[in-house]
């Protein structure tokens, strides 16, 4: 039965299509987070910048610029955004410090930018999201998972997941859950609420998970074992695509029936249906490592990598 399913794939894989960027949008800067909300496009820069793209506007719509710091050589240099978020009027920027590993978190709401955590709280975050409008969940490189109560300035709850070091996290859609990523291979499935460990996720993996997602009850997971993984939550159990090459990013779109892999040297995006495994898609283009994709709806995707260049995909085109 096996032998029969590995043969259907690759029939299947054989009508699969090579597709090229739909549009690529330009940032003022290294983009190093992206998220999209509605018809917004809102990424995190290198240069120090939030900035909004308006989908039907085709254009910037605006730019949040962070104040500028001293780095180790105490030259004066623009930090860098490695997380952002948005929601109900409110951005949220997580931002490098130059002084010991340790991050800013910051809100921008009604034109004013307000710093509530700073580097004398000596944080070593990896990444930030919001829960509701006064709570966030941060990420700390130590493995801890936070929940952070913006009217307090508290962590309600401060737990380590486990020793190994913190790559990513994923937030279900209601939030009341999220995926967590870490060398070990392991990807934790944690109640947001609490902190509690639900489920472990531990059969696909044997290095560390780069990338995670966490949408319709299914975790993809971008491995540095060259594993690309398909979970089911309910269920716990997986399944992996072997990559010829790391594999950096991953997505899963809405309906959680098409993951998005990076899994080849020449940074090419694989899209694949979740059910059979068959190869939907190559996405070719994409000029340097990728680090980040989101899928908008089920046949639009957005892919950033270590350049100033977000590139739009249809699959239906």
Known sequence: MKYIFIMISICLSLFSKDLTPYKEIKFNGIVKDLIVKNNDLIVGTDSGKLQVY?????????????????????????????????????????????????FNVWIYSNNKLKKIISDQDKKSLVKARFID?????????????????????????????????FSDFALNEDKTKVATSCESGII???????GKIIKELKSEHVDNVYKVDFRANKVSGAGQDRRASIYDVVTGKGDHIQGNFLVYATALSPSGNKVAFAMDEQNNIYIYNTLTKSLIAKLKGQKSTLNRIVFKDENTLFSASDDDTVMMWKLNQ
């Open 54 to 102: 308006d989908l039907n506007q085709d254009k910037i719509i605006q730019t949040i610029q962070l104040p500028k710091i001293k780095d180790f050589m105490g030259d004066i240099v623009d930090t860098r955004v490695a997380s952002v978020d948005y929601i109900d009027g409110t951005y949220l920027l997580l931002s490098d410090s130059g002084i010991g590993g340790y």
């Open 133 to 165: 409008k006064n709570h966030i969940l941060l990420g700390y490189l130590s493995n801890d998972i936070s929940l952070y109560e913006i009217s307090t300035g508290k962590e309600l709850y401060k737990k380590q997941i486990s020793e190994s070091k």
């Open 188 to 194: 934790y499935i944690i109640d947001v609420k609490t």
